[in-house]
């Protein structure tokens, strides 16, 4: 008796402790990094991309808004495979939740700027069912999405002297 008992205790702890690393995963799947440019957080995406992911990722990155005033949002899907999306979320889901990512951001007032779509990346996107990306800002990469939010707001980078 007192062997299953134990092992009924063990098999709590280690359910226990398999939430808490769960919970630790999906902190450290999508961080949020405050940028150089006031007011912007950017959001690097790496991994596997699925529809709870997303919106993991979507509500982390919406209680950040009000706390820390944010104006923009950058998010970088350069390390996000063409491959990946097709055999776990589809580009016809992704499609529908970068949508709604980017409604929810702009009713709080936050624009959403998306960097990193490869070209067949881009091409899978459009020719999905929604047709709702003339709302989306894209740029090639983080560089020159960086440059368009720095020009939006009069800034620029110089070199020190």
Known sequence: MNKVQDTTEEIIALKEKIIVYEKLIEELSAPIIPSIVPDTILVPLTGVLSVQRFMLIQEKIVRRIPSNDILTVIIDFTDISTLEVEENMGYDNLSEKINELVSVL???????????????????????KVDNFNQIRAFTNFRAGLQYLLDQKGMEIVEKK
């Open 106 to 128: 702009k009713l709080m007032g936050t624009e959403t700027i998306f960097v990193g779509f490869s070209p067949a990346f881009a091409q899978h996107l459009i020719l999905s």
